[in-house]
């Protein structure tokens, strides 16, 4: 699944400074050495709405400029300009996008200068995409998860899927970009611990050994996924089924249709 680190500005500065730690690095007169690619408060937006946060609320872009020193430098003037030929898309000069009332990309950049409203180019970030996207209005279970009535017999590795769509200018479709906050609710019977016996993975595995909640984005295809990793008890116990449920909101913050979605899965002992 696509993962996005919109919200990492401290690992963007670490990486940047080591790159630029390799060769020349240019210096404006207020003390900055480098700045970070564009963060994104999310990957993608809702056609005709402006780009918000994971609690629906409107957040700009930013651009956090670096010293030599890894500080972080205030001060500094940066400007945002739309690469792509988007009728009715905009970005204003505090980093607040606006999209068009259709679907498709945009690509952006920010240019920094030393905080003069004259003050000529001086850095200038990658390019950045957003993705213009159906507003995302209901969510649903997807994939090959067994009936209820089936049994898995651990240790299992099963894959939670679900879909999430939504109105687009013209038809229904596909939503990408959006944050789907996965759960272990509860191990029946109740007297079992959840931790020590299942855990939530994404892709690169266990996030942790307390590993109760995970967090996927969906694709480009509207669909999110985690694993389900369980493993026999070591103390005696036995699980009969485990629910886990997978929720999210649309990109104004507003709960999905269907949210949340129930997974049970029914375990079979060796």
């Known amino acids: 699944m696509r993962r996005r680190g919109v919200e990492l500005a401290a690992a963007a500065v670490a990486a940047l400074g080591f790159a630029f730690a ?21 990957p993608s937006m809702a056609f005709g709405d402006s780009l918000r946060d994971s609690t629906g609320k409107v957040a700009p872009l930013r651009v956090v400029a670096v010293a030599r020193d890894s500080s972080i430098v205030t001060g500094v003037l940066v400007s945002y300009l739309l690469t792509s030929l988007n009728t009715g898309a905009s970005v204003t000069n505090d980093g607040i996008v606006r999209a068009p009332d259709s679907l498709g990309t945009l690509r952006v950049v920010a240019q920094v200068t030393d905080g003069t409203s004259n003050g000529a180019l001086q850095l200038q970030t990658p390019e950045v995409t957003i993705d213009v996207v159906p507003l995302a209005d209901s969510m ?6 067994p009936a209820t009535d089936s049994l898995l017999t651990l240790p299992l590795i099963q894959p939670l899927q679900v879909t999430v769509s939504g109105v687009g200018p013209s038809t229904r479709g596909a939503v990408s970009g959006i944050r789907v906050y996965y759960r272990i609710k509860a191990v029946y019977p109740a007297s079992v611990p959840v ?3 299942f855990y939530l993975a994404d892709e690169l ?9 995970a967090i996927d984005t969906t694709s480009a295809a509207g669909i999110a996924s985690r694993s389900l990793i369980g493993a026999a008890s070591t103390d005696g116990s036995v699980v009969d089924s485990v629910l886990v449920e997978a929720s999210a909101s649309s990109q104004k913050g507003v709960p999905l249709t269907n949210s949340p979605v129930r997974f049970i899965v029914r375990v079979k002992h060796p």
């Open 22 to 42: 390799c060769g020349d690095v240019p210096t404006l007169p207020g003390g900055v050495a480098y700045i970070t690619p564009i963060l994104l408060p999310s």
């Open 195 to 197: 931790i020590g016996h």
């Open 205 to 213: 595995g266990v996030l942790k050994r307390d590993s109760t909640q």
């Open 140 to 145: 649903a279970q997807s994939g090959t998860l």
